[in-house]
């Protein structure tokens, strides 16, 4: 029997990004949909265009950069929604509008404030005008898996009867139980009855089942399935992407369905978004965590030197996984160097290869042994120049720590061609360089957090900071990375400090 192939929607971006303190700029997002590209992920979702400037600017950013896949934004069914994606999708080789209306009782009466009959007018007026501006519309049923089963099947019948060519089924607040959903999902595909139209599911995993979930609805007769890398999401995320496609590639005698998923980038893309999103993937994750392919236990590893099936159902290999780390060093050419950068994720510029090979043979002065956490690094750090455009500048700093005296940190910033030097005294070298740095600023941000890690085992690894700032109702991640310790978490705190300015530029906010 030959296998249905399952197109794969992803919305790390949208979706993904709506997750609590994650904060993708346009140069990030274009990072992430580079890697995505190379997946050979059918369609991409970048972004929400109406919601604001920066989501805009960024879904025009991606639909003008990625030539395979589709490219879709988000629109509620709204005329200034869609005629705003429409405008941001301008440039894209293959565009979609992703418009939606939520149609569950308590959606329409609390949230809409509408009537059924309001929403099959919005319906209609929506998806009509979104194939209007282009012949690819999706229409989803927020909260679908709350929603009517009658009204449910008007709806989705009137969206195609406007124009819509997929519909998508979500279980909004992973409500729903996998076997009672793949029921629901026949039911409304079978009721509906209108060929030619691809069904689609959108689930979340408040519950943990939003891969069984959208398992269940390709064994109704989903033919694409929307998820995202490391199952990012609101609330308790959305359905892994990397779990979903290796369920129907391992287990094609079950679901006689695969995608056309490229899995052997899985590993490298997992990595890249989690780096660019502050995110950490668990150990314990499927697929991409970094105990997925380990094995400790005695009896395990005397069956997998006997044959590697006694234990996985999958190879490392199959998803990208590294079998053997690659040590560059001083003696590394500028070829093994590109094909690394490559292997971890990243699509760069002719003019930033050279300056990351550049950053490269600095740092092999400085240490033996360059890991591939230390060229994660110091690419996100120094070279993709991915801070929006910044307001302040780190020029120099300098702490004094010893053990009769208090700690103090002298820092100079520069700001609009000014440099500003403060000094201040802290309970630690960080904390003293922060306070510095809060007398430079004109407001006073709150650290949310702060994590510090090492980039590799070694002991001359370099230091990577993460901080959040929070202001007001903003909050902004920072990044910052350096064989000196200091040096990656003031780094880190500039970068914060300069995402303030620009979410809270994007809002029309004075700071």
């Known amino acids: 029997m030959a296998e249905d192939v399952v197109r794969i929607f992803d919305t790390t971006m949208r979706d993904g990004e709506q997750a609590a303190r994650i904060n993708l700029n346009t140069g990030e997002k274009v990072q992430i949909a580079h890697a995505l590209e190379r997946l050979n992920v059918d369609i991409i979702e970048a972004g929400f265009p109406a919601s604001s400037k920066g989501d805009f600017d960024a879904v025009a950013s991606v639909a003008a950069e990625v030539r395979t896949p589709i490219v879709a934004g988000l629109a509620r069914t709204r005329e200034s929604d869609i005629t705003a994606a429409g405008e941001a999708l301008r440039g894209a080789a293959r565009a979609r509008i992703h418009t939606f209306i939520a149609t569950s009782p308590i959606h329409m009466e609390y949230k809409l404030k509408l009537s059924p009959d309001g929403v099959l007018k919005e319906v209609e007026n929506g998806v009509k005008l979104a194939r209007s501006i282009t012949p690819d519309v999706e229409f989803s049923a927020e909260d679908a898996s709350r929603s009517d ?27 729903a139980m996998p076997h009672e959903f793949e029921k629901f999902c026949a039911a409304v595909i079978a009721g509906v009855n209108k060929p030619g139209v691809i069904w689609s599911v959108h689930c979340h995993n408040d519950l943990g089942l939003a891969v069984a979930n959208s398992l269940a609805a390709v064994r109704a007769g989903a033919r694409q399935v929307e998820c995202t890398i490391n199952g990012l999401g609101e609330r308790a995320g959305n359905a892994s992407m990397e779990e979903t496609v290796m369920s129907l590639r391992t287990r094609k005698d079950h679901f006689g ?66 079998g053997t780390d690659l040590h560059l060093g001083k003696h590394s050419g500028r070829h093994a160097f590109n094909e690394r950068v490559e292997q971890l994720g990243y699509r760069l510029s002719a003019e930033q290869g050279m300056s990351a090979f550049e950053y490269f043979k600095e740092l092999c002065d400085k240490k033996k042994d360059v890991s591939d956490g230390d060229i994660e690094a110091f690419l996100l750090d120094r070279v993709l120049h991915l801070t929006p455009e910044g307001c302040y500048e780190l020029k120099d700093y300098a702490v004094t720590v010893g053990s009769g005296g208090k700690p103090t940190a002298s820092v100079t910033l520069a700001h609009d061609g000014l440099e500003t030097t403060e000094a201040a005294y802290g309970n630690g070298p960080v904390d003293a360089a922060y306070k510095a740095i809060l007398k430079i600023l004109p407001f006073s941000p709150e650290l949310a957090e702060f994590r510090i890690r090492a980039t590799s085992e070694f002991a001359d690894a370099l230091g990577e900071a993460h901080v959040i700032l929070r202001y007001k109702e903003i909050k902004a991640q920072g990044r910052g990375a350096s064989t000196d310790i200091i040096e990656a978490t003031v780094r880190a705190y500039v970068e914060a400090v300069n995402r303030l300015y620009s979410v809270a530029a994007a809002r029309e906010m004075a700071i």
Do not use: W
């Open 149 to 175: 089963m009658d009204f449910l099947i008007e709806v989705f019948s009137l969206a195609i009867e406007s124009g819509a060519t997929t519909c998508n089924i979500p279980d909004t607040v992973g409500y």
């Open 257 to 322: 369905a695969d995608t056309a998923i490229d899995t052997r980038k899985f590993f490298a893309t997992s990595k890249l978004v989690s780096s660019l999103t502050g995110v950490p993937v668990q150990p314990n994750k499927a697929i991409v965590g970094i105990n997925a392919f380990a094995h400790e236990a005695g009896i395990h590893q005397h069956g997998m030197l006997c044959n590697r099936a006694t234990y996985e159902i999958m190879t490392p290999e199959s998803v990208g996984a590294p």
